[in-house]
């Protein structure tokens, strides 16, 4: 699946397990999200967008056996179809891997920190877009050590932890009306 994210963004080319395309589809609406989120949020990734190659294949997987949510592949490392797509372009492609079941169970600000608990009508929504937005603060994360080798893994996952925390607190409140206790 192309999922051709706007100007900011890099062309994504996303892998996925034969017959799980909701795989693709969750990282397709993360994307998405990240369109909707103000220009403040957003602010925080403008240095890593800005030095990514201009296409990234992602790979999405249930689970990694490393148990991370997401690597990034070192040049050198890339599958052969990033290989194969960098000579067919000739344009840089950098790789990277999500698993997506593990980001799913990722819960680092639980919904239970709203302040006011939600209806459960309102639950599903709520919960899918936490899951939405967690799958793109791993697909940042990992394109920070795409765009930045060098940076710490304690201050890559500062910034995009404190991304999914700014990105929650702003739909809930923005979107959905509901408050976050955090
Ligand atoms: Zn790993
Ligand atoms: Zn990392």
């Known amino acids: 699946m192309l999922v051709r994210a706007g100007e900011d963004l890099p062309l994504v080319v996303v892998s996925y397990p034969r017959g799980n395309i909701a795989f693709a589809e969750a990282l397709r609406s993360a994307i998405c999200a990240y369109r909707l989120l103000s220009q403040e949020t957003r602010e925080s990734y403008a240095d890593v967008l800005g030095r990514l190659p201009s296409m990234v294949v992602a790979v999405l997987r249930d689970h990694n056996q490393c148990t991370c949510l997401g690597n990034q592949h070192p040049p050198g490392t890339e599958s052969r179809m990033a290989r194969r797509l960098a000579s067919d372009t000739g344009m840089r492609v950098g790789e990277i891997d999500l698993a997506v079941e593990s980001i799913r169970r990722w819960e680092p600000l639980p919904l239970a920190a709203l302040a006011a608990e939600p209806a459960p009508a309102d639950r599903p929504v709520l919960e899918e877009f ?51 206790g955090i």
């Open 130 to 180: 936490r899951f939405q937005i967690a799958v793109l603060a791993v697909f940042l994360h990992e394109l920070e050590h795409l765009a930045f080798p060098d940076h710490e893994e304690q201050d890559v996952r500062r910034r995009s932890t404190s991304f999914y925390a700014a990105s929650l607190r702003e739909f809930f409140s923005e979107q959905l009306g509901v408050k976050y």
